[in-house]
């Protein structure tokens, strides 16, 4: 009995040998940087240099109420002089060439609401080192305004909400993109501030909203380090300063998680034609800016 126990013995000791090789134990290998968002419309409106500013006369503004938004780029940065890419570069979208040149290809942008977590990444890409700055490319808004819709005899003086699409990357290739309701086809690339409108309007129980669209609107990209390191033009890479700097050792036992907070405050602009700060856009008024005010980021 002895002779037959001993190659069974062996044989467990391979085995039992061979699987602790197949799963080697890293405990970093497993660690994320987890990303939600936050958007707050009590924090403060800022200008395109980090300053605070007001409602520019002869406009008017609103706080939107958000529903999803995509981001293209995150990087963070040591200090308030390191150039726009020579950070620590976390996570980038796909980009695509369908459209001619280079865009952000729509259909693969992660999006996400408020207080999710949309993106996860491996804490590996981070190196050692104390981060002062997070720099962000958005890409793409969605949320709901409230607007004046005044058509007589058989409306007047409604207050209503509809749904704004906004396109604040540097450049989105768009195959088709849902509003609130209706499917906008567009089979094109599309430059920063393309947006489309769904109004809400509906009576009796039947919709008798419409969609308009347009290009060109403004959009805000606070920088407060503009000064040392400055963003290109067009690029909507906004940037914020971490509440408490983040130090990564390379010895991490936990996840870090990191909220992009963004402020709201009177962020949807538009001209008035009727000065009544509502938005009229049956009267010809027009949006002139649907940037977020300022990222003001943190970790948890």
């Given at each position: 009995m002895k002779n037959l126990l001993i190659p069974v013995s062996i044989g467990l000791f391979f085995l039992s040998s061979c699987k602790k090789d197949e799963i080697p134990e890293d405990p970093l290998e497993?660690?994320?940087?987890?990303f939600s968002l936050k958007f707050d419309e009590t924090l403060p409106r800022?200008?395109?240099f980090g300053e605070e500013v007001e409602v520019a006369a002869g406009n008017a503004a609103q706080h939107p109420e958000?529903?999803?938004?995509?981001?293209h780029y995150i990087e963070f940065a040591p200090n308030a002089t390191t150039p726009l890419g020579a950070g620590q570069i976390v996570y980038k979208g796909t980009e695509t060439e369908v459209g001619g040149a280079a865009?952000?290809?729509f259909d693969k942008?992660?999006?996400?609401?408020e207080d999710e977590l949309f993106l996860s990444v491996d804490l590996t890409k981070l190196a050692p080192g104390t981060y002062t700055w997070l720099r962000v490319s958005l890409t793409y808004q969605k949320y709901v305004i409230q607007y004046r819709y005044n058509n007589p005899p058989y409306f007047e003086d409604l207050i209503l909400d509809g749904t704004l699409a906004s396109f604040v990357g540097f450049n989105t290739y768009i195959?088709?993109?849902t509003i609130k309701d209706s499917v906008r086809v567009v089979n094109a690339n599309k430059a920063q501030g393309y947006w489309a409108f769904e109004t809400g309007l509906i009576y009796a129980g039947v919709p008798y909203g419409s969609v308009s669209s347009g290009d060109g609107a403004g959009v805000t990209v606070v920088n407060p380090i503009s000064g040392t390191s400055p963003v290109p033009p067009g690029s909507c890479v906004v940037t914020g300063e971490l509440r408490e700097p983040l130090v990564i050792t390379g010895n991490e036992t936990d996840n870090v998680q990191v909220v992009l907070a963004f402020s709201i405050n009177n962020s949807f602009e538009w001209e008035e034609v009727i000065e009544d700060g509502l938005f009229e856009p049956g009267e010809g008024e027009r949006?002139?800016?649907?940037?977020?005010?300022?990222?003001?980021?943190?970790v948890k």
């Open positions: 497993s660690k994320q940087i987890e800022l200008g395109n958000m529903e999803e938004v995509s981001v865009a952000v290809d942008a992660p999006r996400s609401g195959k088709s993109h949006v002139v800016d649907m940037g977020l005010r300022g990222l003001h980021p943190y």
